[in-house]
């Protein structure tokens, strides 16, 4: 598959048939005092439908009852499509499908990912398609490795975001002098997503090599912000 232009849908019937019934079966469950709940909950990011998360992935099921296992481009066309629309409970729809079906994706699809974690960008979604689908990718294909040295250096800090938290779920396969050094490189950021990621990734990796972490922490306190070191020192 060739590169896909991050933001245009491709042609895809099963993402017409899974659109079509999505969006009846979600409008139709609509909740409007809890969407302005959870509107306000999570910042004004976007407009809700109101779905709690038990109902949303009960009606997900029912969405794609019946519904054949996609290839790449009914991923791209489904996530793309479903970022298109306006309430929060689409996007949620993708980034649980895209989880799902990840393994089907190749590296190709990256430039999507990253579409998807720039566009509309909260922690609601971004770290999910962090550790879930770039993660999946990169695990996939290492020379992906490369493109997330880029991610770490970049100016929009969920994509910063996204290249820290990806190796949140390798456990005894994790790169840690990649993951160090990508602390490092974001140590002296003052904004608290960053800071708090930078803390989640090393309590992670802590769950497997505690004794690296603890070194690391040890060693680079000076120039990590608090909020890291707790983080990252919150179970040891």
């Not at 879930?132 to 294909?141: I, N, Q």
């Not at 993951?179 to 950021?189: D, E, K, T």
């Amino acid at each position: 598959m060739s590169v896909t232009v991050p933001g245009t849908a491709p042609r895809s019937e099963l993402a017409d048939t899974v659109l079509e019934r999505l969006v009846t079966t979600y409008r139709a469950a609509a909740d409007p005092e809890r969407a302005a709940q959870m509107r306000a909950y999570m910042k004004d990011i976007a407009p809700f439908l109101g779905l709690a998360s038990p109902v949303r992935r009960d009606l997900s099921r029912a969405v794609l009852a019946g519904t054949p296992r996609p290839d790449e481009t009914d991923c791209t066309a489904i996530a793309l499509r479903c970022w298109e629309l306006p309430e929060r409970e689409y996007a949620y729809f993708a980034v649980d499908y895209l989880r799902r079906h990840v393994r089907r994706c190749s590296s190709d699809f990256l430039p999507v990912a990253r579409h998807l974690v720039t566009t509309r960008s909260w922690w609601d979604t971004v770290d999910l398609l962090a550790a879930h689908v770039v993660g999946g990718l990169v695990a996939a294909d290492p020379e992906l490795r490369t493109a997330m040295d880029e991610w770490i250096e970049d100016e929009n800090l969920w994509v910063a975001r996204t290249a820290l938290l990806h190796q949140l779920r390798y456990k005894s396969a994790t790169d840690p002098e990649r993951l160090f050094a990508y602390c490092v490189r974001q140590s002296g950021h003052p904004d608290f997503f960053l800071r708090k990621a930078i803390g989640w990734c090393l309590r992670e990796y802590a769950k497997t090599d505690p004794e690296a972490v603890r070194a690391f922490v040890e060693r680079e306190r000076w120039r990590l912000a608090p909020l890291s070191v707790r983080e990252a020192l919150k179970n040891l």
